[in-house]
C-alpha cells in the first residue's frame, strides 16, 4: 500500500510542481514532507492505519524524488538534506528565482540544458504543460512529457530517473537511488521514534500480536514435524496454511 501510494502520487498530482520538488519547489516540497509526517504519526496514534500509509506513500514520494530532480548528487552531497524532513531547519543555499542555473548547450545536434561550470546553490528542473513559464535561465526537467524541452529544443533535462535518462545525468541515477533511499530509512526512523514500537511494527505490517490462525498452524507443523521423523520426507511435508 505505501508503495501503490508512492507511485500514484506522479498520477494524481502529476504537474503539481512541489510534489516532485520540479521548479524549485523546494519550500513547499518540504512542507508537504512534514506536514505529510505529522499527518502519518497522527493517524497511527489514533488507529487509522490504511491512512497513515497513505501519507507515507505520497511523501515518500517526495523525498524520492528531491535526489533525483535537484542538483544535490551534482553538488557532490554524499549524505541526505535532513533538513527536508526537520520543520525547526531552514532550507538554504537555494538557488535565487532570477539566477541562471543552466546553460543551453549543443553537442552534436543535439541542444539540452547544462548546469553553469560554477554553480554552488540548489536548483531543480522545471517540469511543465504548456504554456511554458521557465524563466530564463532554468534547467529543464526534461523527458516527452516536458513542455520546457521538446522538438527543436531537445529532450534533455537534468533528471535521474533512469539510467537512460539524457544530458550525462543517468549515469548517476544509482547515486541519487541510493541516497534516497538512505533518506527513507532516515524519515521512516523519525516517525519510530515519534511513535513506539507496536504502532511502527504494524504501519509496516509486521504485527506484534498474534495473528488469528497464521503462527497456531505453523507452531503445530513444526511439531509434527520434529516428533514424527517421517513427516520430513518431502511428500509427506504438506504445505504451510
Ligand atoms: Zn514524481
Known amino acids: 500500500m505505501i508503495c501503490y501510494h508512492n507511485v500514484m502520487v506522479?498520477?494524481?498530482?502529476?504537474?503539481?510542481?512541489?510534489?516532485?520538488?520540479?521548479?524549485?519547489?523546494?519550500?513547499?516540497?518540504?512542507?508537504?514532507?512534514?506536514?505529510?509526517?505529522?499527518?502519518?504519526?497522527?493517524?497511527?496514534?489514533?488507529?487509522?492505519?490504511?491512512?497513515?500509509?497513505?501519507?507515507?506513500?505520497?511523501?515518500?514520494?517526495?523525498?524520492?524524488?528531491?535526489?533525483?530532480?535537484?542538483?544535490?548528487?551534482e553538488l557532490k552531497n554524499t549524505k541526505p538534506y535532513s533538513e527536508l524532513i526537520d520543520p525547526n531547519k531552514k532550507l538554504t543555499n537555494l538557488a535565487e528565482k532570477s539566477e541562471e542555473t543552466c546553460v543551453e548547450l549543443c553537442r552534436k545536434g543535439s541542444c539540452g540544458a547544462e548546469f553553469r561550470k560554477d554553480l554552488k546553490v540548489l536548483t531543480s528542473g522545471y517540469f511543465e504543460l504548456l504554456p511554458v513559464n521557465k524563466p530564463k535561465g532554468k534547467c529543464s526537467h526534461g523527458g516527452i512529457s516536458d513542455s520546457t524541452t521538446g522538438l527543436g529544443k531537445s529532450w534533455d533535462g537534468i533528471n535521474k530517473d533512469y539510467k537512460e535518462s539524457n544530458n550525462g545525468h543517468g549515469v548517476l541515477h544509482n547515486t541519487a537511488s541510493n541516497l534516497a533511499t538512505d533518506a527513507t530509512v532516515q524519515l521512516l526512523e523519525n516517525i519510530w521514534k515519534k511513535t513506539d514500537n507496536s504502532k511502527f511494527l504494524r504501519l509496516v505490517g509486521l504485527h506484534e500480536e498474534e495473528p488469528a490462525g497464521a503462527w497456531r498452524t505453523s507452531l503445530h507443523f513444526i511439531l509434527l514435524t520434529s516428533r514424527y521423523p517421517d513427516a520430513n520426507k518431502p511428500d509427506e511435508m504438506g504445505t504451510m496454511e
Do not use: C, P
Open 10 to 73: 506522479d498520477v494524481t498530482h502529476a504537474f503539481s510542481a512541489q510534489h516532485h520538488f520540479d521548479n524549485e519547489k523546494f519550500n513547499e516540497g518540504k512542507k508537504l514532507i512534514t506536514d505529510g509526517m505529522d499527518k502519518t504519526i497522527n493517524d497511527m496514534k489514533n488507529g487509522k492505519f490504511d491512512d497513515a500509509r497513505e501519507a507515507l506513500g505520497e511523501i515518500l514520494h517526495t523525498l524520492q524524488d528531491f535526489y533525483s530532480h535537484s542538483n544535490w548528487i
